[in-house]
């Protein structure tokens, strides 16, 4: 979690993931001239071996993105994606009905706010930006049944993306951090493990308030809500995507009713049973982020 724990952290977790991954299939961890390129190629080596489609996107790949959709070039890419969320075992919604591209106009322009907020980014936190191109290489422009995007744990370092037409370059830049804490969690997640039973999640006493979407729903997914919407908060709080107070907003909500709605989830997550359902990694973050909201609120 890039403001949670601070960007060594989240360069440690995907060390550990990838050097691991590395030796239990008895493959060899590249070596490079720094060791950041060392761990961008041990972790394309890991995310290649989960989704082998990626092979021939890294093999193909030139400036950071290394791939977006264009037409079918990328038909195989798509798809290994539209499974893997298919396949995701607390998944309670229904996207991507229709398999369908973006016009050639249409892409240019998504692609341009996509670009636009990276420089941003980059300019106001190049950490956060030398992060991205690392653990999120691969962006995958189509459209989507009506949201914005999103990531899936079993195609680690894709990003799906059809950024909204309304959309101010405050909402794109909250939602590729919005994005990239998922990936986070999920890299977290393989290190550490985090659910105990993935089908008591599901059961509906154990629903609860999502942070950000405020509807009810399985502990996977408003633990992910929670800390999205904590480091969101400290982003802005850190000035690290600067001008949100002034812009009318149409991703997250402002800063009150979003500081609001995860403290919400946060008292409800705790009333729950967490060490029959957690692992100590995702209830200490849990905790963590209970303790960084109360800071920001102070």
């Excluded at 991954?21 to 190629?41: C, G, I, K, M, N």
């Excluded at 290994?80 to 369908?100: C, H, N, P, T």
């Excluded at 636009?116 to 930006?129: I, K, S, T």
């Excluded at 909500?253 to 990694?281: C, M, N, T, Y």
Aim: aromatic share 8%; proline share 5%; with cysteine.
């Amino acid at each position: 979690m890039i403001s949670l724990k601070g960007p060594q952290s989240v360069v440690e977790t995907a060390y550990v993931v990838s050097s691991a991954h590395a030796s239990r299939t008895q493959q060899q961890f590249p070596v490079a001239e720094s060791q950041f390129d060392a761990l961008r190629a041990g972790y394309q080596l890991m995310i290649s071996d989960m989704q082998p489609v990626l092979r021939d996107v890294f093999e193909a790949a030139g400036e950071y993105p290394v791939a977006v959709i264009d037409g079918k070039e990328h038909e195989g890419l798509r798809n290994a994606f539209l499974k893997g969320i298919a396949e995701e075992a607390s998944v309670d919604y229904d996207i991507f009905r229709e398999q369908q591209v973006f016009g050639a106009e249409e892409l240019a322009a998504k692609r341009r706010q996509i670009t636009d907020a990276l420089e941003v980014v980059g300019e106001n936190w190049p950490e956060f930006r030398a992060l991205y191109e690392l653990l999120v290489p691969v962006l995958l422009y189509a459209p989507d049944g009506g949201l914005a995007g999103g990531t899936s744990s079993t195609v680690l370092g894709v990003l799906w993306l059809a950024p909204k037409e309304h959309w101010n370059s405050i909402d794109v830049q909250e939602f590729l951090l919005h994005e990239f804490i998922h990936h986070t969690l999920f890299l977290e997640e393989r290190r550490f493990g985090f659910y105990r039973n993935m089908d008591l999640l599901m059961e509906d006493q154990y629903l609860t308030r999502s942070a950000i979407r405020k509807d009810r729903r399985p502990l996977d997914k408003v633990l992910h809500s929670i800390v999205v919407g904590t480091e969101v908060l400290l982003a802005r709080q850190d000035n690290r995507i600067p001008g949100y107070a002034d812009t009318v907003l149409s991703l997250h909500p402002q800063s009150d009713e979003l500081r609001d709605g995860v403290a919400a989830s946060l008292d409800e997550v705790f009333e729950l049973p967490l060490e029959k359902l957690l692992q100590p990694r995702p209830i200490e973050i849990l905790e963590l982020c209970r303790k960084r909201l109360a800071e920001i609120s102070a």
